[in-house]
């Protein structure tokens, strides 16, 4: 079964930076929307950017847009989620999977919204001072 391998996280200071890494050994990302997600204690788990490299496509949550960057390396199969000036409420696990759009769609559809699978295990992301 095909899984994404997240590494990057950390314990970082408010207004810090981290760059998280998901990559895979036995798919090509570049053929998939791969996304970012995290889940914090007791809250649900909240989609934060997606990216569609062959179509120059990508997304962020309202939630942390100007912050966050993705983006990917063909050469390294590997897509990058760039986190700064974090916060607290940036805490979290940070996981990334593959997705596809939903059957049936018709029209545009976020690719936050597509339907993703092969889960990571995810990275830790503190922040605290």
């Known amino acids: 079964q095909v899984q994404l391998v997240e590494s990057g996280g950390g314990l970082v200071q408010p207004g810090g930076s981290l760059r998280l890494s998901c990559t895979a050994s036995?798919?090509?990302?570049?053929?998939?929307?791969i996304g970012w997600f995290r889940q914090a204690p007791g809250k649900e788990r909240e989609g934060v950017s997606c990216?569609?490299?062959?179509?120059?496509?990508?997304e962020f949550a309202e939630s942390v847009k100007g912050r966050f960057t993705i983006s990917g390396d063909n050469n390294k199969n590997t897509v990058y989620l760039q986190i700064n000036s974090l916060k607290p409420e940036d805490t979290a696990v940070y996981y990334c999977?593959?997705?596809?759009?939903?059957?049936?769609?018709?029209?545009?559809?976020?690719?936050?919204?597509?339907?993703?699978?092969?889960w990571g295990q995810g990275t830790q992301v503190t922040v605290s001072s």
């Open positions: 036995d798919v090509t990302l570049d053929d998939y929307a």
């Open positions: 990216i569609r490299r062959r179509h120059g496509n990508l």
């Open positions: 999977a593959k997705g596809r759009l939903p059957r049936g769609t018709i029209g545009l559809l976020s690719c936050l919204r597509y339907e993703y699978d092969s």
